[in-house]
């Protein structure tokens, strides 16, 4: 960062991650083959880069900090895998990206140490690209991490949860401590891996519905779960007793709340109340 003059912006969240062992790590979790694919978001000088263009194919590296491309020509002069895009990720298309760089039938790894300000969106952007990314590997804030890993009953559980777990395997790989990136962040943070879920098991036959029903019961988190639905179907007499008909048929107590409700219980709700 000296030689080049460089500052973190904090308008970007950009914090420079340092430390080799966790770098390493996140390759070792990638799985990454010498057949396959990495995308890198936010590739900041490279540090991740060159240890990804290592042992994958080609990596094409989402860097949106325009000062920090000429960095990286420098820094990752040596390698002839590497592409490094000055694009905004969330504003690409990623399934006709694929296309455009003969990347079908590909087996593409995404990796990513995400600016915490914009984890969420980047994270759901990228489950829910037209291109069905097969596995994820995102440095993320340690509680967001904690969320989209919880189980049913945990205080972390919550639409976040639903909305990843739905579609992708996640865990959380290692922690990280705040002392391993310059500048310094106030916490720590925690690299996800996410796998995608067979087709079988991503069994929802209207995702707008089952995602509106989730968040009709996540809407308050300290109320009971009959209280968000009735806020959201109406505080009737009869609406009381079709949610309650509800409950008895997906074996959900009248006085649980939304974190208690398994994913496999959600999907079952969808279904009755969309009937």
Same mark, same amino acid.
Request: aromatic fraction near 8%.
């Given at each position: 960062m000296r030689k080049y003059k460089l500052r973190a912006k904090k308008s970007l969240g950009q914090n420079f991650l340092t430390n080799e062992k966790v770098l390493d790590g996140i390759v070792d979790a990638s799985g990454l083959k010498s057949d396959e694919i990495a995308i890198e978001i936010g590739p900041g000088i490279g540090a991740l880069t060159e240890k990804l263009a290592q042992v994958a194919e080609k990596v094409y590296a989402f860097e949106i900090d325009e000062n920090l491309i000429p960095v990286l020509a420098d820094t990752l002069q040596y390698y002839d895998n590497i592409e490094v895009i000055n694009q905004d990720i969330l504003k690409v298309d990623l399934d006709e990206f694929v296309k455009e760089h003969d990347l079908v039938g590909k087996t593409i790894k995404v990796v990513a140490n995400l600016p915490y300000y914009i984890t969420t969106p980047i994270m759901l952007n990228l489950i829910n @690209? &037209? #291109?069905?990314? /097969? @596995? %994820?590997?995102? =440095? =993320? /804030?340690? +509680?967001?991490?904690?969320?989209?890993?919880?189980?049913?009953?945990? *205080? +972390? #559980?919550?639409? %976040?949860?639903?909305a990843v777990q739905t579609q992708m395997d996640a865990k959380? &790989?290692?922690?990280?401590? *705040?002392? @391993?990136?310059?500048? *310094?962040?106030?916490? &720590?943070?925690?690299v996800a891996v996410l796998n995608r879920l067979p087709k079988e098991k991503v069994d929802i036959s209207d995702p707008v519905f089952f995602n509106k029903v989730v968040r009709s019961a996540f809407a308050h988190k300290r109320k009971s779960l009959m209280n968000n639905m009735l806020n959201w179907q109406g505080r009737t007499d009869e609406n009381r007793a079709k949610i309650k008909a509800v409950f008895e048929k997906c074996n959900i107590g009248e006085n649980a709340r939304a974190e208690e409700v398994s994913i496999e219980q959600f999907k079952q709700m969808a279904i009755e109340f969309a009937k």
């Amino acid at each position: 960062m000296r030689k080049y003059k460089l500052r973190a912006k904090k308008s970007l969240g950009q914090n420079f991650l340092t430390n080799e062992k966790v770098l390493d790590g996140i390759v070792d979790a990638s799985g990454l083959k010498s057949d396959e694919i990495a995308i890198e978001i936010g590739p900041g000088i490279g540090a991740l880069t060159e240890k990804l263009a290592q042992v994958a194919e080609k990596v094409y590296a989402f860097e949106i900090d325009e000062n920090l491309i000429p960095v990286l020509a420098d820094t990752l002069q040596y390698y002839d895998n590497i592409e490094v895009i000055n694009q905004d990720i969330l504003k690409v298309d990623l399934d006709e990206f694929v296309k455009e760089h003969d990347l079908v039938g590909k087996t593409i790894k995404v990796v990513a140490n995400l600016p915490y300000y914009i984890t969420t969106p980047i994270m759901l952007n990228l489950i829910n @690209s &037209d #291109y069905p990314f /097969q @596995s %994820l590997v995102l =440095m =993320m /804030q340690k +509680e967001v991490a904690e969320r989209i890993t919880a189980n049913p009953g945990h *205080r +972390e #559980y919550g639409s %976040l949860t639903i909305a990843v777990q739905t579609q992708m395997d996640a865990k959380i &790989d290692r922690i990280v401590g *705040r002392n @391993s990136f310059i500048p *310094r962040p106030k916490v &720590d943070s925690a690299v996800a891996v996410l796998n995608r879920l067979p087709k079988e098991k991503v069994d929802i036959s209207d995702p707008v519905f089952f995602n509106k029903v989730v968040r009709s019961a996540f809407a308050h988190k300290r109320k009971s779960l009959m209280n968000n639905m009735l806020n959201w179907q109406g505080r009737t007499d009869e609406n009381r007793a079709k949610i309650k008909a509800v409950f008895e048929k997906c074996n959900i107590g009248e006085n649980a709340r939304a974190e208690e409700v398994s994913i496999e219980q959600f999907k079952q709700m969808a279904i009755e109340f969309a009937k």
